[in-house]
T-cell receptor, first 112, second 114 residues
Framework: DGGITQSPKYLFRKEGQNVTLSCEQN?????MYWYRQDPGQGLRLIYY???????QKGDIAEGYSVSREKKESFPLTVTSAQKNPTAFYLC???????????FGQGTRLTVV | DQQVKQNSPSLSVQEGRISILNCDYT??????FLWYKKYPAEGPTFLIS?????DKNEDGRFTVFLNKSAKHLSLHIVPSQPGDSAVYFC?????????????FGKGTKLSVKP
C-alpha cells in the first residue's frame, strides 16, 4: 500500500546527543516536509524539500538538519543544538504544486 | 505573526447538532485552504479543501465555506457524531516558493457529546 512511514514511533535521547528520525514515502511525491507539534502550538514547519538534493529552512530550523538524497526519503536529525527537542514530529509529503499533504503517524521524541 | 489563526482552542457540541469551526488568515497570497483532522499521537488526516476561486465545497457531512473578502473560512459538520471528536487544523497554501508550503493554525479541539 502507498503511504508515508515514520520510524520509530517513540524515541528517547540523552541530552547532548544527536538523533535521526526516519521518513519514507512510496507515493512518488516530489515534496516532503517536517513539522513539529507542541501543545497549543499547532504544526510548525522545520524543513521542506521540493525536489531531490534540495531543501529549504522552515520557520523553526535552528538545531535541525535534513538531507534529501533520494526521492523517497527525508530524514531529520535533531542535533544537540536544539534547545527544546522534546516534541511530536510529523513528516508529510505532497506532489509539487499540488495541495493535499499526506502525513506519517509521527515520532514522539523525548529527551531524558 | 500568525498567518493562519484558529481563535477557538476548543468547541463542545451535542451529537446530531452542527459543529462550526472557524479559521482566519492574513496573507492574501494564499489560494488554497485545507482542513485536517487529528487524533492524539497520530498524524493529521486530510478532510476537505477549497480553492480560492470557490466559496463553498461540500463532501458528505463536511462543508467548507470561504469568504475571501473577510479572509475567513469555516468548516461545518452536520450532523456531528462522537467519532468527530478530534483536533481540527486549518491550513493555507500559496502558489509556489515558500508560499507553496502548508501553513497551519493552532487547531481547535472538537468534543461531540452523546
Amino acid at each position: 500500500d502507498g503511504g508515508i512511514t515514520q520510524s520509530p514511533k517513540y524515541l528517547f535521547r540523552k541530552e547532548g546527543q544527536n538523533v535521526t528520525l526516519s521518513c519514507e514515502q512510496n507515493l512518488n511525491h516530489d515534496a516532503m516536509y517536517w513539522y513539529r507539534q507542541d501543545p497549543g502550538q499547532g504544526l510548525r514547519l522545520i524543513y521542506y524539500s521540493q525536489i531531490v538534493n534540495d531543501f529549504q529552512k522552515g520557520d523553526i530550523a535552528e538545531g535541525y538538519s535534513v538531507s534529501r538524497e533520494k526521492k523517497e526519503s527525508f530524514p531529520l536529525t535533531v542535533t544537540s543544538a536544539q534547545k527544546n527537542p522534546t516534541a511530536f514530529y510529523l513528516c508529510a509529503s505532497s506532489m509539487v504544486m499540488n495541495t493535499e499533504a499526506f502525513f506519517g503517524q509521527g515520532t514522539r521524541l523525548t529527551v531524558v | 505573526d500568525q498567518q493562519v489563526k484558529q481563535n477557538s482552542p476548543s468547541l463542545s457540541v451535542q451529537e446530531g447538532r452542527i459543529s462550526i469551526l472557524n479559521c482566519d488568515y492574513t496573507n492574501s497570497m494564499f489560494d488554497y485552504f485545507l482542513w485536517y483532522k487529528k487524533y492524539p499521537a497520530e498524524g493529521p488526516t486530510f478532510l476537505i479543501s477549497i480553492s480560492s476561486i470557490k466559496d463553498k465545497n461540500e463532501d458528505g457531512r463536511f462543508t467548507v465555506f470561504l469568504n475571501k473578502s473577510a479572509k475567513h473560512l469555516s468548516l461545518h459538520i452536520v450532523p456531528s457524531q462522537p467519532g468527530d471528536s478530534a483536533v481540527y487544523f486549518c491550513a493555507a497554501k500559496g502558489d509556489g516558493g515558500s508560499q507553496g508550503n502548508l501553513i497551519f493554525g493552532k487547531g481547535t479541539k472538537l468534543s461531540v457529546k452523546p
